[in-house]
């Protein structure tokens, strides 16, 4: 049974910075593809980053530059380190996971496991 468990989240001003962790359990690490997406109310859920098995990254335009995804394999954790953060950032962040490589974009339907979730507050 495949096991995502998001922290890290919480309330923090705008240009702050916070890291989620991801805590993965109950397949074979080395491979899979692992992604970050978000959703805020009333709005779709956002693909934001994902990483490969061989640690290609691939972020979505919102994000790139001030978010970085990264994984520890001998955690069996999945990170995303989020600087300069804006108040449009604000959302609940869901950590996925799949058995197949990444997907050019960072689409929910390319992931089967999902976690659930951490919220990310930035005030202005």
């Known amino acids: 049974q495949v096991q995502l468990v998001e922290s890290g989240g919480g309330s923090v001003q705008a240009g702050g910075s916070l890291r989620l962790s991801c805590a993965a359990s109950?397949?074979?690490?080395?491979?899979?593809?692992m992604g970050w997406f978000r959703q805020a109310p009333g709005k779709e859920r956002e693909g934001i980053a994902a990483?490969?098995?061989?640690?290609?990254?691939t972020y979505a335009a919102s994000v790139k530059g001030r978010f970085t995804i990264s994984q520890d394999n001998a955690k069996n954790t999945l990170y995303l380190q989020m600087n300069s953060l804006k108040p449009e950032d604000t959302a609940m962040y869901y950590c996925?996971?799949?058995?197949?490589?990444?997907?050019?974009?960072?689409?929910?339907?390319?992931?089967?496991?999902w976690g659930q979730g951490t919220q990310v507050t930035v005030s202005s």
């Open positions: 109950g397949y074979p690490w080395s491979v899979y593809c």
């Open positions: 990483i490969d098995d061989d640690s290609s990254t």
């Open positions: 996925a996971a799949d058995f197949s490589l990444c997907p050019t974009t960072v689409v929910a339907d390319a992931f089967d496991y």
